[in-house]
Nanobody, 118 residues
């Protein structure tokens, strides 16, 4: 049974930093097949960060230059370093994984709350 477990969320002041972690178990995933999403209250869940086919990183426009996606294939983990946080970054952050490149994300974590106060 595949499980994705996020950690590292919390309450932080604007301008602060947090590092989210996602541990996968039950199946080995390449970092390329994992991504971060977020859902703010009353809004749809949106893509935040992931890795492209060629190994580069891809970010939502709103987080470019502030967030950094990284992965450790040996540990079956991915991370999201979030710097210069803004109140509009407040959301539940989800880790997601897919079986193969190009497929829909089939596996989701339970989410971790990030709250940025002004």
């Amino acid at each position: 049974q595949v499980q994705l477990v996020e950690s590292g969320g919390g309450l932080v002041q604007a301008g602060g930093s947090l590092r989210l972690s996602c541990a996968a178990s039950g199946r080995t995933f390449s970092s390329r097949d994992m991504g971060w999403f977020r859902q703010a209250p009353g809004k749809e869940r949106d893509f935040v960060a992931g890795i492209t086919w060629s190994g580069g990183t891809r970010y939502a426009t709103s987080v470019k230059g502030r967030f950094t996606f990284s992965g450790d294939n040996a540990k079956n983990m991915v991370y999201l370093q979030m710097n210069s946080l803004k109140p509009e970054d407040t959301a539940v952050y989800y880790c997601a994984a897919r079986r193969n490149w190009g497929e829909e994300y089939a596996y989701w974590g339970q989410g971790t709350q990030v709250t940025v106060s002004s």
